[in-house]
T-cell receptor, first 112, second 111 residues
Framework: QKEVEQNSGPLSVPEGAIASLNCTYS??????FFWYRQYSGKSPELIMS????GDKEDGRFTAQLNKASQYVSLLIRDSQPSDSATYLC????????????FGTGTRLTIIP | EPEVTQTPSHQVTQMGQEVILRCVPI?????FYWYRQILGQKVEFLVS????????KSEIFDDQFSVERPDGSNFTLKIRSTKLEDSAMYFC?????????FGPGTRLTVL
């Protein structure tokens, strides 16, 4: 079983709608979770981190974590064309300085 | 806002040659990382570095790879004898608490 799994998409969402991105993970990596945005040819850009069950909101972004279901999601409200990118889910244990384990990413396209 | 920087942005080399990729982490961060991303694939961990020594490395990080922090600001990744399959984007990252911040990357092309 892969450690972090994402639907690769592509996911197309109309401008102004809510985009919902999902990620599941195995126990081995399950403590801290991160969503990165990666534009084509660019580096991952951290947009959200979440460490405990529930929702965490930052502007138009909401991360949701459910450790019992081993599930983390990212909602983007009022989607803009500039949100079109690949969204990477990543995880690592809370302790030490261990690596981030990334999913394959979900490509999101916002349709004007 | 402080950022991780990397040089060069693009490196072209011949198979078998040595390359050194350079990174300047964010100044008050203590943990440093190298990742790579082969075109169309996911980001993969290579190595983590703390207190002037390697703290973890992946299976990819074999004897051809080495890392060094030669002074108080730079963090380097050396590939001793490049292979075609080393062609990838190489990202440096530094960490604050649990969050890792990535540099813009170096695109390495091995011919």
């Amino acid at each position: 079983q892969k450690e972090v799994e994402q639907n690769s998409g592509p996911l197309s969402v109309p401008e102004g709608a809510i985009a919902s991105l999902n990620c599941t993970y195995s126990d081995r990596v399950s403590q801290s979770f991160f969503w990165y945005r990666q534009y084509s040819g660019k580096s991952p850009e951290l947009i959200m981190s979440i460490y405990s069950n529930g929702d965490k909101e930052d502007g138009r972004f909401t991360a949701q974590l459910n450790k019992a279901s081993q599930y983390v999601s990212l909602l983007i409200r009022d989607s803009q064309p500039s949100d079109s990118a690949t969204y990477l889910c990543a995880a690592h244990p809370n302790f030490g300085n261990e690596k981030l384990t990334f999913g394959t990413g979900t490509r999101l396209t916002i349709i004007p | 806002e402080p950022e991780v920087t990397q040089t060069p942005s693009h490196q072209v080399t011949q198979m078998g040659q040595e390359v050194i990729l350079r990174c300047v982490p964010i100044s008050n961060h203590l943990y440093f990382y190298w990742y790579r991303q082969i075109l169309g694939q996911k980001v993969e961990f290579l190595v983590s570095f703390y207190n002037n020594e390697i703290s973890e490395k992946s299976e990819i990080f074999d004897d051809q790879f080495s890392v060094e922090r030669p002074d108080g600001s730079n963090f380097t990744l050396k590939i001793r004898s490049t292979k075609l399959e080393d062609s990838a984007m190489y990202f440096c990252a530094s960490r604050r608490e649990y969050e890792q911040f990535f540099g813009p990357g170096t695109r390495l092309t091995v011919l």
